[in-house]
């Protein structure tokens, strides 16, 4: 099973530099073993369930929320019971298809 979600935590009420309270949510992120990436707008996981994944997100916009009086999330989610390895695997399809193009 596969459930990968692409997030984002932004504080507010925080100022308008915000990276220092972000990376709270990504050592989250990162201290759960879950596959995962970050990019400029959005950090994506990727685990075994929805139990698992959201446990993560709750725990980053948790850690965010210490340092912050406000915690706005958006939260997309792709959910498929017979796959497996969709952080990477998506994005290498694509890349094939490109490379295809090009040849």
């Known amino acids: 099973m596969s459930v990968l979600a692409a997030f984002s935590v932004t504080p507010l009420g925080v100022g308008?530099?915000?990276?220092?309270?972000v990376a709270e949510a990504i050592r989250v992120v990162r201290a759960s073993g879950l596959p995962n990436q970050t990019d400029a707008m959005f950090t994506l996981i990727e685990g075994?369930?929805?139990d698992e994944v959201l446990d993560v997100i709750k725990q980053a916009v948790e850690a965010v929320a210490g340092r912050?009086?406000?915690v706005s999330t958006?939260?997309?989610v792709d959910y498929r019971p017979s796959a497996s390895g969709a952080l990477?695997?998506?994005v290498e399809a694509v890349?094939?298809?490109i490379a295809a193009d090009n040849g």
């Open 16 to 21: 308008e530099d915000v990276g220092e309270v």
């Open 48 to 50: 075994d369930s929805w």
């Open 68 to 70: 912050a009086p406000r």
């Open 74 to 76: 958006v939260i997309k």
């Open 88 to 90: 990477t695997g998506k």
């Open 95 to 97: 890349e094939r298809y």
